[in-house]
């Protein structure tokens, strides 16, 4: 099994600013790598998948990079609605697995 | 409007059996991969199974494999999650999520249904 790992644990970001999540998978992915944010009692919202494409709907703000085993999620202007938690996901081989999870704050 | 909407969660002693239900709506449901997936805030997300179109194929993850077991109606549009031999680290929200068409990833997913094991 692919074993993702995410840092930092908690985020805190003034709004406007800018939020750098990291994700690294125990061996390669290619480009299969989706971000997914998950606020409380809401269903989670696909942000990103094939490591750097928005999904619909989704504001030009996210964005993905990265490839092989290092992938990162910015959020490039913060806003408040963005307090969530973060989770990165590969689904390269089965099971598709999931990294812990960065939780992102708005200061 | 795509929406997906999980039932039957509820509270279960462990060593029993509940059974969930994903009703789709506003898609072509025998189209699309599904997926039933699960959080809890210490464990985070866990995907559990998923379906293939027809309902020909299915994976599991190892936690579940032997105890929960995937299905879905295609005429109802509904997919469904047996649970048996419950257990307290089962405890959990629920979700049900479809496929992007020829990708592996998930959009969207309902809500939840809370599934509660506790003596």
């Known amino acids: ?107 | 409007e795509v929406q997906l909407v999980e039932s039957g969660g509820g509270l279960v002693q462990p060593g029993g059996s509940l059974r969930l239900s994903c009703a789709a709506s506003g898609f072509t449901f025998s189209n699309y991969w599904m997926n039933w997936a699960r959080h809890t805030p210490g464990k985070g997300l866990e995907w559990l199974a998923n379906i293939k179109q027809d309902g020909s194929q299915s994976y599991y993850v190892d936690s579940v494999k032997g105890r929960f077991t995937i299905f879905r109606d295609n005429a109802k549009n509904s997919l469904y999650l047996q649970m048996n031999s419950l257990r307290v680290e089962d405890t959990a929200v629920y979700y049900c999520a479809r496929d992007l068409p020829g990708i592996s990833a998930s959009a969207p997913w309902g809500q939840g249904t809370l599934v509660t094991v506790t003596s």
Not at chain 1, 59 to 74: K, V
Not at chain 1, 85 to 104: A, D, I, L, S
């Open chain 1, 1 to 107: 099994e692919i074993v993702m790992t995410q840092s930092p644990a908690t985020l805190s970001v003034s709004p406007g600013e800018r939020a750098t999540l990291s994700c690294w998978a125990s061996q390669s992915v290619s480009s299969k790598l989706a971000w997914y944010q998950l606020k409380p009692g809401q269903a989670p919202r696909l942000l990103i998948y094939g490591t750097s494409t928005r999904a619909t709907g989704i504001p030009a703000r996210f964005s993905g990079s990265g490839s092989g085993t290092e992938f990162t999620l910015t959020i490039s202007s913060l806003q408040s609605e963005d307090s969530a938690v973060y989770y990165c996901q590969q689904y390269k081989e089965w099971p598709r697995t999931f990294g812990p999870g960065t939780r992102v704050e708005v200061k």
